[in-house]
Structures are given as structure tokens and as C-alpha cells.
């Protein structure tokens, strides 16, 4: 199984959609962060409540399930995958960022 490392190129607010295939019950853990230690290990920077901002899928195990959060959403740069038996690669996790356009509004 082992741990996996998703890295962006800088911060940004959002979700991940996760493409995965795997056996009924199997779980997925995607664990968000903005910052590694000074080791390069995994470090939840944030404080409070939203410290540990964690995502967990279970699949279905009926071939490709896709997941998108819908209720949620993370301030992160990397991105921990647990508990996936299955291999990384390319399509399997895509970054979605979102962007909120304020108009200024003079009273």
C-alpha cells in the first residue's frame, strides 16, 4: 500500500477529484497540507478544528469510481494518499482550485 505524495506548484483552495478502481470496502485517505518540516515530512501547519483536513472515499469496487467533494474544500499544496492499494499515476488525482471574483461595490 505505502503512502503517496501529491505536490502543486503553490497553494491553492480547493479539492482533489480522485479516479480510483479497487475492491468493495477499500478505502482512499487524502490528508491536505501547505507546508512539509524541515525534514520534507508531511506537517499540518494549521491550527484549530480544520488542523487536519482529511478527505476519505470507500469504494463501491464496480470498476472506475470517480469522487468529487462536494461539501468541502482544502487550502493545500501537498496532498497524502493512505490506505490506496492501487498504483498513482497521472489521471488518478486532479487538483480542482477555486477562484470567487468580488466585484467593489461604493455605497
Do not use: C, W
Request: glycine share 10%; net charge positive.
Amino acid at each position: 500500500m505505502g503512502i503517496k505524495l501529491l505536490i502543486l506548484v503553490k497553494i491553492i483552495s480547493g479539492i482533489v477529484e480522485v479516479r480510483a478502481t479497487g475492491n468493495k470496502g477499500d478505502v482512499i485517505n487524502l490528508h491536505h497540507t501547505e507546508e512539509l518540516d524541515k525534514d520534507g515530512n508531511f506537517y499540518f501547519n494549521l491550527m484549530g478544528q480544520n488542523k487536519y483536513q482529511t478527505t476519505i472515499f470507500t469504494l463501491k469496487g464496480e470498476g472506475e469510481e470517480i469522487f468529487i467533494p462536494k461539501f468541502t474544500y482544502q487550502g493545500f499544496r501537498y496532498v497524502k494518499v493512505k490506505s490506496y492499494a492501487g498504483e498513482l499515476k497521472k489521471k488518478i488525482l486532479l487538483p480542482m482550485f477555486f477562484l470567487v471574483i468580488v466585484k467593489k461595490q461604493v455605497l
